[in-house]
């Protein structure tokens, strides 16, 4: 049974990097064609699919947050990072990584099968 578990700060201050880490039990994060995703969800807003990373190291970002986020990974820890640059109250969420095989990049965070618990984030001064 692959696990997740999401690790980071709960507070951030405005215009600093948010960085998230999730650690993957159960399963190898090279596994081929499983993709490894950071998706979040604002209070009382649905869930947002932010990127991933693939079994292959290959990332993706959605359009309207890839100027300011980067996704990486250590496969010896088997773990993956989030990393938001520049970030605003705006930014506040519960954050969760999530994991999926499939053919192509999963964006849809319904179609993710694994989840982590989710941590709570706030960006404030």
């Known amino acids: 049974q692959v696990q997740l578990q999401e690790s980071g700060p709960g507070l951030v201050k405005p215009s600093q990097t948010l960085s998230l880490t999730c650690t993957v039990s159960g399963g190898s994060i090279t596994a081929s064609d499983w993709y490894w995703s950071w998706i979040r969800q604002p209070p009382g807003k649905g869930l947002e699919w932010m990127g991933a990373?693939?079994?292959?190291?290959?990332?993706y970002y959605s359009p309207s947050l890839k100027s300011h986020t980067s996704i990486s990974r250590d496969t010896g820890k088997n773990q993956f990072s989030l990393q938001l640059s520049s970030v605003t109250p705006e930014d506040t969420a519960v954050y969760y990584c999530?994991?999926?095989?499939?053919?192509?990049?999963?964006?849809?965070?319904?179609?993710?099968?694994?989840w982590g618990q989710g941590t709570q984030v706030t960006v404030s001064s």
């Open positions: 990373i693939d079994y292959d190291g290959s990332t």
């Open positions: 999530a994991g999926a095989s499939g053919v192509v990049v999963i964006t849809t965070p319904s179609q993710y099968d694994y």
